[in-house]
């Protein structure tokens, strides 16, 4: 098993610019969290997939984040353009599906907006 | 009220002792309850689930639920300087505590 990838781990760029991060979830897990972590907020969901449709995205800070999962194997969180203030850790999870099972995390992408 | 409460700490305990760590949240309709553990610049870790009331034990980790209550928690029995790491409670898979950080001292 070899867990939920994220790519990059770490990732500094310019505000204003595009940022994607990259998350593959455990083979055969159908749902798919995206989260933020924050000294101020903690642990906060952005928004999670079920069979790769969106179900919940109320958790994204606004429009300048979108997410997609194209397929079963691969999901991109995306910010355009980026502000210093979306630093933080973010976290990608994957779990079967049923609200009684817990998800597994990435080793997470340290993001950092200059 | 906070969705989900638990005390920030440090809760500082010396090696070997009983650490207990609380959680209280919101939602009466939680069904599922989660605690993780993680190590300062890593990821979190799923240590402990419970879904009844009453204890449930894993090793050195017992779980503890009372619905009525809305409270979870979750006992360190022999704690180690190992286990020293931020405790994160989840009554719904989506919703986490800020958690608690833990430090055991030798």
């Known amino acids: 098993d070899a867990g939920v990838i994220q790519s990059p781990r770490h990732e500094v760029t310019e505000m204003g610019q595009e940022v994607t991060l990259r998350c593959k979830p455990i083979?055969?897990?159908?749902?798919l969290f995206w989260y933020r972590q924050t000294m101020m907020r903690g642990l906060e969901l952005l928004i999670y997939f079920n069979n790769n449709v969106p179900i919940d995205d109320s958790g994204m800070p606004e429009d300048r984040f979108s997410a997609k999962m194209p397929n079963a194997s691969f999901s991109t969180l995306k910010i355009q353009p980026s502000e210093p203030r979306d630093s933080a850790v973010y976290f990608c999870?994957?779990?079967?599906?049923?609200?009684?099972?817990?998800?597994?995390f990435g080793d997470g992408t340290r993001l950092s907006i200059l | 009220q906070k969705e989900v409460e638990q005390n920030s700490g440090p809760l500082s305990v010396p090696e070997g002792a009983i650490a207990s760590l609380n959680c209280t949240y919101s939602?009466?309709?939680?069904?599922?309850f989660f605690w993780y553990r993680q190590y300062s610049g890593k990821s979190p870790e799923l240590i402990m689930s419970i879904y009844s009331n009453g204890d449930k034990e894993d090793g050195r980790f017992t779980a503890q639920l009372n619905k009525a209550s809305q409270y979870v928690s979750l006992l360190i029995r022999d704690s180690q300087p190992s286990d020293s790491a931020t405790y994160l409670c989840a009554p719904h898979k989506l919703i986490f505590g800020t958690g608690t950080r833990l430090q055991v001292f030798p």
């Open positions: 939602d009466r309709g939680s069904q599922s």
């Open positions: 999870a994957s779990g079967p599906y049923g609200g009684n099972q817990p998800q597994h």
């Open positions: 083979s055969g897990h159908n749902s």
